[in-house]
């Protein structure tokens, strides 16, 4: 993938995709921070940087419109119901016609990734039936490039008690190319990383220097007050398995407690340190960043933000409803030149979405004049 001023996407366009009949952002910067209106598409939009890093893959649809709860279901001839992602959520206003498509990419740098309803030929497809609710054939055609490389995806069926389910047996498709590589991509949403999550970050950067900076991010809150941190094991009963859990040892302490009983600032900062030392190269995503952080330490926050995502390569898209964040955003991109921090706020005129670009040079007066983020 070509990158332009050392990014990924230097520029975004997103055509056709969920709530996005056509949106462009002609410039993301190292960090970008995304304003705007609930229900606006400020969501949509880092759903949208999912799907181009994961190249349109079959896994990464699916688990999108799996945490959507975006589904449907249909008894089979032997009585079992199957749940399966509905493509048809993926397009514009929900219509999947034989005319639709989505684009997601640079215009810059012709890395776009185009997906369309379609099918070998051949293959059975009654994608655009609407009397039809069991499109259990329902295929998608997705290319990537200036010379794209195309595949179909079927996106195997999702599971949830109590609709009890069975792998369908897949109609063959014809020869492929590769799908592009992956790009790292990590998500973090309004909500705090589980146990799960975080004791896969936290393996990853153990006895390396991106450890000190996932301890160095608590230090936001309790400065020297926190000695070491580490994620052991309990012994469970129920279920069987070794459970582990991320601990803290403080000053004075004489034994090491829960991180999650530090409140969920201290969980967030955790969580993103660790996740912009995993995604070194690719992206970060983080809806509603300012969730659980306390409004003075803002500036702190996004200090280690845009600093660390220009030391690791990575490039951060966020989102925010709150003015203390973009405030401490301002403050931070201002003192940290050598990676361009930019706010872009999300607006409908007429209808059609647009993005506004404030540039490092207007982020503190767009900051202190105040801008819609609701």
Known sequence: MFMA????????????????DELHMPRLGRVTLLAGRNGIGKTTVLDAVRVFAAG?????????????????AWDEEDGERVL???????????EASRTAYIVIGSR???????????????MQLDFFDESVEDTHTQTLRVEYGAKPSWFYVQPEPAYQAPVTTRRRAQQTLPEQDEPPPVIECISL??????????????????????EDRAVAALKLVFGDAVERVAVVGDEATFPRRRRRRAVVLLRGQRRPISLRSLGDGALRLFGVALALANSRGGFLLIDEAENGIHYSLQPDFWNMVIRTAHENDVQVLATTHSSDCLKGFAKAA?????????????????????????????????????????
């Open 56 to 72: 349109g893959r079959a896994s990464a649809l699916a688990k999108m419109l799996w945490d959507r709860e975006e589904l449907f």
């Open 334 to 374: 201002s003192e940290f030149r050598e990676a361009e921090g930019l706010l872009i706020r999300l607006s409908r005129q007429y209808g059609d979405l647009r993005a506004v670009e404030y540039p490092e040079s207007e982020l503190a007066i767009a900051a202190e004049q105040g801008i819609e983020v609701r």
């Open 189 to 210: 949403g309004p909500g705090m990383l589980g146990n799960d999550d975080l004791e896969r970050l936290w393996d990853n950067v153990v006895l390396t220097p991106d």
């Open 108 to 122: 810059g740098c012709n890395d776009q990734l185009t997906i369309k309803p379609d099918a070998p030929s051949g």
């Open 84 to 94: 399966v992602p509905d493509l048809r959520a993926l397009f514009y206003n929900r």
């Open 5 to 20: 001023n050392g990014l990924r996407l230097p520029d975004l366009s997103i055509s056709g995709f969920r709530g996005i």
